[in-house]
């Protein structure tokens, strides 16, 4: 196998273990979004921790990731920043190629699902932020001496 080939291969494994941890990520929204309604502060506090430890491995494979791309660029003589997948899927000999174009959907759909599913949890905190803001206010009135 010659050093290109490699590196190709090498792009590959990285790319399949960022798809596969965003769809960990994916999970633990859902989970997340689940424990919100549900009021539950331990489960939340937990899945926030698993979800920063998959951030942080991610940000290690996206070092990776960009070390290959300069590796390849290299090799191929071409701008790093011209190395997307779509150009990697052109570049790329069978059954390379494949697998990059294959990256490219499935990083999407699930970069898109996470995007979706934290925009709905936003929603849910926004609403119980505010609901906690009212409550505190009532309180906050309840407490105060009542006028003369």
Avoid: W
């Avoid at 940000?59 to 071409?78: N, P, T």
């Amino acid at each position: 196998m010659n050093y290109e080939h490699e590196l190709y291969t090498d792009l590959l494994t990285v790319l399949r273990d960022m798809v596969s941890h965003y769809h960990r990520i994916l999970e633990l929204s859902q989970r997340e979004r689940e424990s919100l309604t549900a009021a539950s502060l331990p489960i939340l506090l937990e899945i926030t921790t698993q979800k920063e430890t998959t951030i942080l491995e991610l940000s290690v494979m996206e070092e990776g990731r960009q070390l290959l791309l300069r590796k390849l660029a290299e090799q191929l003589d071409i701008p790093v920043a011209e190395l997307t997948l779509r150009k990697l899927s052109q570049l790329a000999p069978e059954p390379l190629a494949d697998g990059f174009r294959c990256s490219r959907t499935n990083l999407l759909d699930v970069v898109q699902a996470v995007s979706q599913v934290n925009a709905k949890n936003v929603v849910l905190l926004s609403s119980s932020l505010n609901s906690v803001r009212t409550s505190l206010s009532l309180i906050s009135r309840l407490l105060e001496p009542a006028p003369i």
